[in-house]
């Protein structure tokens, strides 16, 4: 009994000390509606002897971009065995282990972090919204990430904030997934219809932790049938301007583009992995040919430009730095 008494005393120790170190400075992202606002995306970060001495290089790489920000969009941690996330104290034991390799560590208090889930961070591989654990990890979760909020009525992760002239809305795909059913359920999107319809941001970035136009691949929005179905007509029927999905999940990177009749097209732009195992996936009809990069990446995005006149700029950089594509979006190509 001791002997766990000390354990756990020696875990809360460690995550506070690792956590006294992280002081962001929220003053420093621009506010002006002609500023200039760069951040970072990705997902899937595993850390696995002896490949994070190589992978986890990565790290040092996105916190000399000097981003304002960066937004992590799933699998940030593995928890892949049964005790990983059997109790608190080991999900915590979890994270600690993972924050404690340094370049991660350094790159975390570099700059700020927002942040929403996936299944790996959040329970067993694929879990849903029956995971029996849920309310330890949301707690654990809320410990970890220095979000603005967490859910509405202290359930799930899903949030919004504005930087500039976008607004970023992080959306939970675990709390109240139900396979084949529904990924985020009538109370988040309502409140996500609601947002969208009260936003007058020039670039509404929707950020899932599956995939969502993807016409093919593995899990994502599509195979949602009716709540996808439901949403898009809502996009097209409200007429939202500037909206722009991100997502992770698939171990390789890629943009996806849906054309729609009468309106702008729609784009989802994939960052995966990290620094996680990468492979080549599956077909996706709906992808941007030469946009899948089957190795560690992540994502830079630059916003530029007079009102009226912004650009988005989107690059896929490799683990050492390098651009591996670019693309750019007006804001007049999202009207």
């Not at 350094?106 to 849903?128: C, E, I, K, M, R």
């Not at 809305?169 to 985020?184: A, S």
């Not at 309106?263 to 009809?285: M, V």
């Not at 992808?287 to 690059?315: D, M, P, W």
Request: net charge positive.
């Amino acid at each position: 009994m001791a002997k766990r008494i000390l354990i756990l005393f020696s875990l809360i120790f460690i995550q506070n000390l690792i956590f006294a170190q992280v002081n962001f400075n929220f003053e420093s992202i621009p506010k002006g509606v002609e500023d200039t606002l760069k951040f970072e995306v990705g997902s899937c970060a595993m850390r696995m002897k002896p490949f994070d001495i190589q992978r986890f290089f990565i790290f040092k790489k996105m916190e000399n971009e000097k981003a304002h920000f960066n937004l992590w969009l799933g699998d940030h941690v593995y928890m892949l065995l049964p005790q990983d996330y059997a109790t608190k104290e080991n999900m915590i034991a979890k994270y600690n282990w993972q924050r404690s390799e340094p370049r991660l560590k350094s790159f975390l208090a570099s700059t700020p972090q927002y942040a929403v889930w996936d299944d790996h961070d959040y329970g067993p591989n694929n879990a849903d919204s029956f995971f029996v654990n849920k309310k330890l990890s949301l707690e654990v979760f809320k410990q970890m990430w220095n979000n603005p909020s967490y859910g509405d009525g202290n359930e799930g992760v899903y949030f919004k904030m504005q930087h500039a002239d976008a607004e970023i809305f992080m959306l939970d795909g675990r709390t109240f997934y139900v396979k084949g059913k529904q990924l985020l359920g009538i109370k988040q999107m309502t409140w996500l219809k609601e947002s969208l319809k009260n936003s007058n941001a020039t670039f509404k970035f929707l950020c899932f932790n599956i995939q969502v136009i993807c016409d093919g691949g593995y899990e994502n929005f599509r195979k949602f049938k009716a709540e996808y179905d439901d949403f898009m007509a809502f996009l097209e029927k409200e007429n939202i301007k500037g909206v722009v999905f991100f997502s992770g999940d698939v171990h390789y990177a890629e943009i996806s583009k849906l054309q729609r009749k009468n309106t702008y097209p729609l784009y989802d732009f994939t960052f995966s992995a990290f620094t996680s195992f990468t492979h080549k996936g599956k077909p996706n009809l709906n992808a941007v040919a030469g946009s899948r990069f089957t190795k560690n990446n992540y994502g830079l995005i630059t916003i530029t430009g007079k009102k009226g006149q912004r650009i988005c700029h989107f690059e896929c950089k490799s683990r050492d730095g390098k651009p591996v594509w670019e693309y750019n979006i007006s804001e007049e190509m999202l009207r």
